[in-house]
């Protein structure tokens, strides 16, 4: 499944929330330098859908704040 993603770093408090079908707005706390926020996208977006950091990637707008992102379910 493919997921577009737009991402709020440096926010005060880590979170995701769903705006449409496959569109989502996730806050990181963790800076856009050197794949950082990047990371923390990752962890958050694999803990709302419960599947392993290892089965989300991003495919997409890895240097951009709009990304798609890319799960892997078993």
């Known amino acids: 499944m493919r ?3 737009k991402v709020s770093p ?3 408090e880590t979170g995701i929330n769903r705006i449409g ?3 989502f707005k996730v806050k990181v706390k963790a800076p856009p330098e050197k794949g950082k926020a ?3 996208v990752i962890e958050v977006v694999a803990r709302y859908f419960k599947v392993p950091k290892s089965q ?3 495919v997409r ?3 951009n704040r709009k990304k798609t992102i890319e799960i ?3």
């Open 72 to 74: 892997i379910s078993l």
């Open 61 to 63: 707008g890895h240097k």
């Open 21 to 23: 079908d496959r569109d």
């Open 3 to 5: 997921i577009s993603v």
């Open 38 to 40: 990047n990371k923390e």
């Open 10 to 12: 440096r926010s005060q």
């Open 56 to 58: 989300v990637r991003i």
